[in-house]
């Protein structure tokens, strides 16, 4: 069991880029959430999944976010045409369905210059 | 919709010594979940202690423990004999019994004294 991994740990973009993240949860975890979490406030979710479908999406996932989890692995989120207010720390978490403990991820840190 | 409040920005105890993180929420919700979650500086959130709603006992992990008050919709978390190591941001947060996701309160902030 080597945990919640995520990549890339830190990222630096300009403004209007697209950025694409990837979380690896604990590999026999059939969910797996994203959360964002801004500089001293508690994470916010943004959207989960069981096996590969999405479930459900914050609203504060606008439509430049787009998450996927093909095959029901790894996920990726992307950001297009990232604005600074995107400023924040992703974390990604993973669980099993019947088992309400989620473990987090590193989190990679998203800054938007 | 589901909140979470920790009205306890910032808290401060000394080594050895046992030291209270409130936290109430809100819910219409019969059934769920609540946890406690440490992250300490820079590094990533770890699962402290869960308690089920439907559970009467207050949950308790070593060092840790909870008082949940459901009727009061309070869940706060003991620390008995302080380490160095516990200085972390806590965060209290609340557990869908549907869809597992987490409702997070703003945390506190905790510092152990040497």
């Known amino acids: 069991d080597t945990g919640v991994s995520q990549d890339p740990r830190h990222k630096i973009t300009k403004r209007g880029q697209n950025v694409t993240f990837r979380c690896d949860p604990i590999s026999e975890h059939n969910r797996l959430y994203w959360y964002r979490q801004t500089l001293g406030q508690g994470p916010e979710f943004l959207t989960y999944?069981?096996?590969?479908?999405?479930?459900?999406k914050s609203r504060l996932l606008s439509d430049r976010f787009s998450a996927e989890r093909p095959k029901g692995s790894f996920s990726t989120l992307e950001i297009q045409r990232t604005e600074q207010g995107d400023s924040a720390m992703y974390l990604c978490?993973?669980?099993?369905?019947?088992?309400?403990?989620?473990?987090f991820g590193p989190g990679t840190r998203l800054t938007v210059t | 919709a589901q909140t979470v409040t920790q009205s306890q920005p910032e808290m401060s105890v000394q080594e050895a010594e046992t030291v209270t993180l409130s936290c109430t929420y809100d819910?219409?919700?019969?059934?769920?979940?609540l946890f406690w979650y440490k992250q300490p500086p820079s590094r990533q959130m770890i699962l402290v202690i869960r308690?089920?709603?439907?559970?009467?006992q207050n949950a308790t992990e070593n060092r840790f423990s909870v008082n949940f008050q459901k009727a009061a919709k309070s869940f706060s978390l003991k620390i008995s004999d302080s380490q160095l190591g516990d200085t972390a941001m806590y965060f209290c947060?609340?557990?869908?019994?549907?869809?597992?996701?987490?409702?997070f309160g703003q945390g506190t902030t905790l510092q152990v004294k040497p």
């Open positions: 819910t219409s919700e019969s059934n769920y979940y």
């Open positions: 308690q089920e709603a439907y559970k009467q």
């Open positions: 978490a993973s669980s099993l369905s019947g088992n309400r403990d989620q473990y």
């Open positions: 947060a609340f557990g869908s019994s549907n869809t597992g996701k987490l409702i």
């Open positions: 999944f069981q096996n590969e479908a999405q479930l459900e």
